[in-house]
């Protein structure tokens, strides 16, 4: 056993490049709220524990706040110990273990949390690594990134016209993606929930946005593609300053028969049951107004999901044509009867000219 040894603290980029599993080991509801994409939570103490904890520190005094954290944490020791073993050991099959991997711990501020799992680690020669300034220090980090000027080339359409499709084809041509739907699971309307995994907080949605930006910045540098987005997706919010960016980009606008778009739409909403269908159309009702959304339920409860559509897409043209006319630079391009793939090259082919 190695005891009590020097601990590691590493600043953010080079806790950052650093090899080895993450451990985030704040309380349950700290990580629920966000952390490292990727991370492993194994709290210290429980969200109740880590309450009182904070209470005492704050009526009695530090000591007895460190008393109260050791009774908490006594009989769960040999537990945690052989979960950051089980951990270290799965980051790492396969590995040179020549090589003395390390396991990487944080908190909230880099104090005494993860320094004591830091010990516990070292303990069982886990070769541990702590980030200075913890959890909080990467969170400054993350909203530094919404401040870098990025080149944006927005892909914008109506409702239906396949824009993620798109991305998805431009992706696999190797052109630089930000998917916001796909990192918000969330397609940004009244439907756009349906099918998908539960959304992230707005803060982890941040957080793996940040990353994605800095992954392509990284990479050989060339123009983003972004979707034309409202401020909002579900639950989660675009960062203010790179909505701003992305409202000042050109906007690449794809346009299809309003046929392909119902016919795309039918494809991917038709799948789910008539009932959240018709919650979700009931959503918008003010908006779609009374005669509309009594139609639009009508269709999709006798399975006529083409009329309804119909009813409900004169809804969300009119908001992107109204979220469209500020655009600083809008170029269309008609993409009606073609595969994703062509579309993205006859896409490409007008890139090249802005």
Not at 33 to 53: M, T, W
Not at 67 to 90: D, F, Q
């Amino acid at each position: 056993m190695s005891g009590l040894g020097i601990q590691s603290i590493f600043p953010l980029n080079e806790f950052r490049r650093a090899s080895g599993p993450l451990v985030d080991v704040r309380s349950p509801s700290e990580f629920s709220q966000g952390h490292f994409p990727g991370a492993i939570n194994l709290p210290l103490f429980s969200d109740e524990e880590r309450k009182e904890v904070g209470k005492t520190y704050k009526r009695i005094g530090r000591e007895k706040a460190i008393l109260l954290g050791l009774r908490y944490t006594g009989p769960k020791i040999e537990k945690l110990a052989n979960s950051l073993i089980k951990i270290s050991k799965e980051g790492y099959v396969g590995s040179n273990k020549k090589l003395n991997p390390s396991i990487r711990l944080y908190c909230w501020r880099g104090g005494m949390r993860s320094s004591s799992l830091a010990w516990l680690a070292e303990l069982a020669d886990l070769n541990p690594i702590l980030l200075e300034g913890g959890y909080k220090s990467y969170r400054r980090w993350v909203l530094a990134q919404f401040e870098k000027e990025f080149l944006l080339r927005v892909v914008g359409g109506r409702t239906g016209s396949g824009k993620t499709e798109l991305l998805i084809a431009l992706a696999e041509k190797k052109e630089a993606v930000i998917d916001l739907e796909d990192l918000a699971n969330h397609r940004g309307s009244s439907f756009g929930g349906l099918g998908l995994p539960n959304q992230p907080t707005s803060e982890q949605f941040e957080n793996l946005l940040a990353e994605e930006l800095h992954g392509l910045l990284n990479k050989q540098p060339k123009p983003i593609w972004i979707e034309d987005e409202s401020a909002n997706l579900g639950l989660c919010r675009i960062p203010h300053s790179l909505f701003v960016q992305i409202k000042k980009a050109p906007v690449f606008e794809i346009t299809r028969s309003e046929n392909e778009r119902i016919e795309n739409l039918v494809k991917v909403y038709g799948q789910y049951e008539k009932k959240l269908l018709e919650e979700s159309t009931e959503r918008i009702s003010r908006r779609l107004g009374p005669q509309r959304t009594k139609k639009a339920k009508e269709e999709i409860a006798k399975g006529n999901l083409a009329n309804a559509c119909k009813e409900i897409i004169s809804y969300y043209d009119r908001c992107y044509d109204h979220q469209l006319e500020n655009a600083t630079t809008r170029i269309c391009i008609d993409v009606s009867g073609l595969n994703p793939s062509n579309a993205a090259d006859k896409l490409l082919l007008q890139k090249f000219k802005w």
